[in-house]
């Protein structure tokens, strides 16, 4: 659940797999193609911080909310949950813009490929 595997080759040979959290280096599989090694290395920071953002934001709001209800809706709790959410959000959307980052990397690796 919430993996996913980069392959190579027909026979589908596993290279790097990326869940919510963690994510193979792929840039030193990369090495010949040095553009496509320099977005690989992008797509892991950015991967790293988007993860945190989107695990963060959402620990934040549950605690939040978790605060805001023991407290008969506690203003400054409620306001956390939100903000939590809204950082959540953002990472969201920056998690999704990260494997974009890795679709250019395996792009222009494959670009790279003599046929």
């Known amino acids: 659940m919430g993996s996913w ?5 027909a026979d589908d040979r596993k290279v790097g797999e990326f869940t919510l959290f963690t994510g193979t280096d792929l840039s ?3 090495t010949s193609v040095p553009e496509a090694a320099d977005e690989a290395r992008r797509f892991k ?3 790293r911080a988007s ?4 695990w963060g934001g959402a ?5 939040g909310i978790g605060i805001s209800v023991a407290n008969h809706g506690n203003n400054l709790a409620l ?3 939100v903000a939590g959410v809204a950082v959540s959000t953002y990472g969201g959307w920056r998690h999704s813009k990260s494997f974009d980052l890795l679709s250019r990397s395996i792009w222009l690796y494959n670009r790279s490929l003599g046929r």
């Open 5 to 9: 595997r980069v392959v190579q080759g």
């Open 28 to 30: 030193s599989l990369m």
């Open 45 to 47: 920071r950015s991967h």
């Open 51 to 54: 993860s945190s953002a989107l």
């Open 59 to 63: 620990v934040v709001s549950v605690i």
């Open 79 to 81: 306001g956390a949950a």
